[in-house]
């Protein structure tokens, strides 16, 4: 077996060790005594307030996804929909992409649920239109009005710059596609894809359900927000609502890149080089930035293992006593 065909066989397993020696490295690098003591000092009532911050966040999605399907005319049940959501977390968080991940999981899951290939393809592409819409409104205006671009390090702008470019642009070209389908209906070569193209683009015919999609869209991302601004506040970190947002932003955009799994390392390494650059010590900005991710990655991780797992088991019991 050549090295590149090992790599190419194991690239999960090779990218996830990365991430950790990344994350292992910036963390002695910013002083480890100080980042666990200031983890460890976090008392009940707050460790309460984040997990609470983190389900609220899973029910908001939920609801969003659910909202969406009904609006397209598929009655999908919410324990239903958020098992998906459990199985698009666990292995966004295994497989090296960052809020893009999953998606093919949640694609299969659909299409066992009776959903045809271009039902299921349009739900999951109108969720991520207006999701990354909303996301890139509040991406543009945090970053805008809060300043910060004069602080940050110029390649983690361009990084962000470029990202985001390219998020319009597939937006765009998904809009552009789905208008040009309206005009070529009869194209043959449209015709594979007619269910696709028609699901979504029933999304325009209800404004009002619409506008229910693009707020629930802008709450949740306005409460990732909120998620890194009371991480801050709880470990004094003094740092206004819309820097914070700004950084929050900035590191998911950064994070689009298929690095490692789950974002490990880079995720942190990028939020802890922006607090750095706003004069928060380097062990602080460290502390904050895991603390973030103890509630946002590995307690999601964690609780969507446990929760499939649990699933799993409850099937195979009902299994075993139909025979």
Do not use: C
């Amino acid at each position: 077996m050549t090295l590149l065909t090992y790599m190419k066989r194991h690239k999960n397993r090779i990218l996830l060790a990365l991430g950790v020696i990344l994350l292992a490295t910036l963390l002695i690098l910013s002083d480890p005594g100080e980042v666990i003591a200031a983890i460890g000092a976090l008392t009940w009532w707050q460790l309460g307030i984040l997990i609470g911050l983190q389900l609220l966040t899973l029910f908001l999605i939920n609801a969003q996804w659910r909202s969406v399907a009904w609006h397209l005319g598929k009655r999908l049940r919410y324990r239903k929909l958020l098992k998906m959501n459990f199985l698009g977390t666990f292995f966004e968080s295994v497989t090296p992409v960052v809020k893009a991940g999953g998606e093919a999981y949640k694609f299969f899951y659909l299409k066992e649920q009776g959903l045809k290939t271009g039902d299921a393809s349009a739900l999951i592409a109108a969720q991520k239109s207006v999701s990354f819409l909303t996301f890139t409104v509040l991406a543009m205006l945090a970053i805008l009005t809060s300043g910060i671009s004069a602080f940050i390090e110029t390649s983690i702008l361009r990084v962000a710059i470029i990202n985001l470019t390219l998020l319009l642009l597939l937006i765009l070209a998904l809009f552009l596609l789905v208008r040009f389908y309206q005009k070529k209906q009869r194209n043959a070569a449209f015709q594979r894809f007619s269910s696709f193209f028609e699901a979504l683009g029933g999304l325009k015919t209800n404004k009002r359900r619409l506008s229910v999609h693009i707020l629930l869209g802008f709450t949740i991302w306005t409460l990732y927000a909120f998620k890194t601004y009371a991480v801050l506040e709880i470990m004094d970190i003094e740092i206004a609502f819309l820097f914070a947002a700004a950084i929050t932003y900035i590191t998911y955009i950064v994070n689009m890149l298929p690095l490692s799994p789950g974002g490990l390392g880079t995720f942190e390494g990028t939020m802890a080089a922006l607090l750095f650059a706003l004069d928060t010590p380097a062990s602080h900005a460290m502390a904050a930035a895991m603390t973030l991710r103890l509630f946002t990655f590995w307690f999601m991780l964690f609780l969507s293992a446990g929760y499939l797992g649990i699933d799993q088991i409850r099937r195979r019991t009902y299994q075993n006593n139909k025979k």
